[in-house]
């Protein structure tokens, strides 16, 4: 016997699909980006009817608003909280670059990253989804500021390091890592920038031996 009700079922199966969904889509619009997909074509990805989407989702920007908040759990869960189980400080701020880069190595996303794919499209284009990216940045860029003070409050970086040059620093390599190994040598574009970010964390920091050598 079981005290569960068909509805605990039905919303458990709608659960479900959402993500089938939404991984789909995330996936996707890694490669093609996130504005030129239709319900059509997330349908047929996802294994779905367009009915069934338009039943869990009103309409196309709801779903690019879902979307981009399966992205945003998906890069918490696999860059984030690996980092976070490194050493606090400059210890957790090269784990950070480091699981940025396997993340996009190891092709977690066809196209190597959900949010370098869709935010050129969307970064001059009003409305909630470009409102939505803009608050992720900032959280983004907030996170990293607050790694880095606590790097500063622990003694491990040079005093006059500018959190904000340093934010900026690493979340460039981690840009230029995608878009180089989309591009150019793609072995190349990974060492590349794991060797550009253990240079700049050396040089301002207080004690390189807490950073590897090479």
């Given at each position: 016997m079981t005290n569960r009700h068909p509805a605990d079922g039905r919303r458990a199966r709608g659960e479900r699909s959402r993500t089938v969904v939404l991984d789909a889509v995330v996936s996707l619009?890694?490669?093609?980006g996130l504005g030129g997909?239709?319900?059509?074509?997330?349908?047929?990805?996802?294994?779905?009817?367009?009915?069934?989407?338009?039943?869990?989702?009103?309409d196309k920007e709801e779903l690019q608003?879902?979307?981009?908040?399966?992205?945003?759990?998906?890069?918490?869960?696999?860059?984030?909280?690996?980092?976070?189980?490194?050493?606090a400080g400059i210890g957790?701020?090269?784990?950070?670059h480091e699981s940025r880069l396997a993340f996009y190595a190891d092709l977690i996303l066809p196209g190597g990253c959900f949010f370098v794919a869709i935010q050129h499209e969307?970064?001059?284009?009003?409305?909630?989804?470009?409102?939505?990216?803009?608050?992720?940045?900032?959280?983004?860029?907030?996170?990293?500021h607050s790694v880095i003070r606590s790097a500063l409050d622990a003694?491990?970086?040079?005093?006059?390091?500018?959190p904000g040059v340093l934010a900026f620093e690493l979340d460039a390599l981690g840009y230029a890592a995608v878009t180089r190994a989309r591009l150019l040598d793609r072995d190349a574009a990974f060492a590349q920038s794991r060797a550009a970010m253990l240079g700049r964390l050396r040089?301002?920091?207080?004690?390189p031996s807490?950073?590897?050598e090479s």
């Open positions: 619009a890694s490669v093609e997909l239709s319900m059509g074509q997330v349908a047929a990805e996802a294994g779905v009817s367009k009915s069934g989407l338009f039943s869990l989702w009103r608003l879902a979307a981009i908040e399966r992205a945003r759990l998906q890069w918490v869960e696999q860059v984030v909280t690996p980092a976070l189980r490194a050493p957790q701020l090269w784990a950070l969307f970064d001059d284009r009003p409305g909630p989804v470009r409102d939505r990216l803009v608050a992720l940045a900032r959280e983004w860029d907030a996170f990293v003694g491990q970086l040079q005093p006059d390091t500018d040089a301002y920091s207080t004690d807490l950073l590897p």
